[in-house]
């Protein structure tokens, strides 16, 4: 599938960091929910993506990534396909939510540990690149 193609298809770039790494992802609106019951109490039963996990929590966040691992993307890829201004970073390893997307993600966020932050994710991804 072409970059133009997954655009049409509503995916968008973002960041994540996970016990010091951070690495970037090119992958479905949903994709990004970290709560999707909050964001669509009516899921259908039976609906699996992303691992089937509805819900990424700390007792689960490895098996979040591996479920995403074919949307990973190198941060030359980013710069190739002028997908330089990411929409979303989330950091693991301080429960924070940064997001300029038009969706307020920051209201669908796991529990009340985490932060959710309306802002430009590449400030936050910026020292890690």
Known sequence: MTVEERIELGYLPGGIKFQGQVEFYFMPFIF???????????????????????????????????????????????????????????DFDSKLFVSSYLVEVEDYLPDDSWKGVFDFPDKHVAKFT
């Open 32 to 90: 990004w929910i970290l709560d999707n019951l909050k964001y669509d109490p009516v899921v259908i039963p039976g609906e699996v993506f992303r691992g089937n996990i509805l819900i990424v929590n700390d007792g689960n966040i490895p098996d979040f990534l591996n479920a995403i691992d074919e949307y990973k993307i190198s941060y030359a890829f980013l710069h190739e396909n002028k997908l330089k201004d990411i929409k979303f970073y989330i």
